[in-house]
C-alpha cells in the first residue's frame, strides 16, 4: 500500500496547486454555477461560484496514471492496461459533463443543459462500449457475493447489468452534487473502500488508480468546502460516478456498491420516488423537494448538518462494505 498512498499524496498536491489558478481562469471567463429558481432560497448565494471543477480533479489522475502505464502500456500488459477502463470512462463521461455544463452556461437563468433523453442516450452509449471492454479484451464478466468463495460467471448477461450500473451510478452522484463537499467526501469513501477490496485482491494497479482519485477528490475539497469557492459541475460528478462503477465491476464485488454508495441510492431513490409519487397523486409530493438533502434542509437542518450526517453514513457504509468483501 505504500506507493498506492504516496502517490495519492502526490496526486493531492499536483491538483490543490493547480486549484487555485483554475479558479481564476474559471472567474475571468463567466464560467460560474447557474441556479434554478425552484432549488431552495439557501442556495440563491451560490450563484456564479465557478463549476467545472471535476477538471481540477480528471487532470493529474489521468497525467500521473498515463505517466506510470506507459511502459506496461507499450509492452502490451493486460493488467496494467486495466486501469485503462476506468481511465478511458472518467475521460469520456467528463467531456460528456463538460459539454452538459457548457450547454447549461450558455442558457438563461435556470437553463439546464442537454435535454435529459439526449444525455441519458449518450451515457448508455458510453457505458455499453464500456462494458463491451470489461467483457472482451479485459475478461471481466462476474459476481463476486460475500460468503461464497468463488465469484459467479454471469456471462453475456454481464455487458446490459453493467451497462445499469454504470449509467445508475453516474447519475445517483450526480443527483448528489447539491451541497458543499458533500458529493466529494462521499465519493471518497467510495473510492477508498474499493481501493482497500482491490488490495485484497491483489489487484495492485487499481489499488493505485482508487487511491489516486482519492487524493485529487481531496484537494478538489480544499476548494469545495463551506462556503464553496468551487463546485465539480457534471464534468465532475458523471465522471466520477460512472468511474466508481467500473471499478466495483472490475472488482466483481459491485453487489456492495449499493451499500458502500449508499447516500447516491438514497438520492436517486428519492428522486424516482418523488416522480413516481407526483404522477399517481396528481401532483401531490412525498418530499418537500428532491434530491433528498434538500429535503433535509427545508426541514430547518442547516448544510453542514446535512453534509456531515450524509457523511457520517457513507462513511460506515463504505468501512461495512469492505467488511462484507472479507467475508
Not at 463549476?51 to 489521468?62: A, E
Not at 445508475?168 to 466529494?184: E, H, I, P, R
Not at 482519485?213 to 469557492?229: D, I, K, Q, R, S
Not at 466520477?240 to 466483481?252: F, H
Request: hydrophobic fraction near 60%.
Amino acid at each position: 500500500m505504500a506507493i498506492p498512498l504516496t502517490l495519492g499524496t502526490l496526486s493531492f498536491l499536483l491538483a490543490v496547486i493547480w486549484g487555485a489558478p483554475l479558479i481564476r481562469w474559471l472567474k475571468a471567463n463567466g464560467i460560474g454555477k447557474q441556479i434554478r429558481i425552484e432549488e431552495p432560497e439557501s442556495n440563491q448565494v451560490k450563484m456564479g461560484t465557478p463549476t467545472m471543477g471535476g477538471i481540477m480533479i480528471i487532470v493529474p489522475v489521468v497525467v500521473i496514471t498515463v505517466t506510470l502505464n506507459i511502459f506496461n502500456l507499450m509492452s502490451g500488459t493486460v493488467v496494467g492496461g486495466s486501469v485503462l477502463a476506468p481511465l478511458l470512462t472518467m475521460v469520456s463521461y467528463g467531456a460528456l459533463g463538460a459539454y452538459d455544463d457548457w450547454m447549461g452556461l450558455r442558457g438563461a437563468r435556470g437553463a439546464v443543459g442537454l435535454l435529459g433523453r439526449y444525455k441519458i442516450l449518450a451515457q448508455i452509449v458510453l457505458a455499453a462500449l464500456i462494458a463491451v471492454i470489461l467483457y472482451f479484451p479485459l475478461d471481466i464478466h462476474s459476481i463476486a457475493i460475500p460468503t461464497i468463495p468463488q465469484k459467479i460467471d454471469l456471462g453475456l448477461a454481464y455487458i446490459p447489468i453493467a451497462v445499469f450500473i454504470i449509467v445508475g451510478t453516474a447519475n445517483a452522484v450526480n443527483f448528489t452534487d447539491g451541497l458543499d463537499s458533500l458529493a466529494g467526501w462521499v465519493t471518497a469513501f467510495g473510492f477508498a473502500a474499493y481501493g482497500v477490496i482491490a488490495f485484497l485482491q491483489q489487484q495492485i494497479y487499481l489499488v493505485t488508480f482508487c487511491f489516486i482519485m482519492v487524493g485529487a477528490l481531496l484537494a478538489f475539497l480544499w476548494y469545495n468546502a463551506h462556503p464553496a469557492e468551487l463546485f465539480m459541475g457534471d464534468v465532475g460528478s458523471m465522471a466520477l460516478g460512472s468511474t466508481l462503477a467500473v471499478v466495483a465491476l472490475m472488482t466483481g464485488q459491485w453487489l456492495l456498491l449499493p451499500l458502500i454508495g449508499i447516500i447516491f441510492v438514497a438520492e436517486a431513490i428519492s428522486v424516482i420516488l418523488q416522480v413516481g409519487y407526483f404522477k399517481l397523486t396528481k401532483g401531490k409530493r412525498l418530499f418537500k423537494k428532491t434530491p433528498i438533502h434538500y429535503h433535509f434542509l427545508l426541514l430547518g437542518w442547516s448544510e453542514m448538518q446535512v453534509v456531515q450526517r450524509f457523511w457520517l453514513v457513507g462513511l460506515l457504509a463504505a468501512m461495512l462494505g469492505v467488511a462484507l468483501a472479507l467475508l
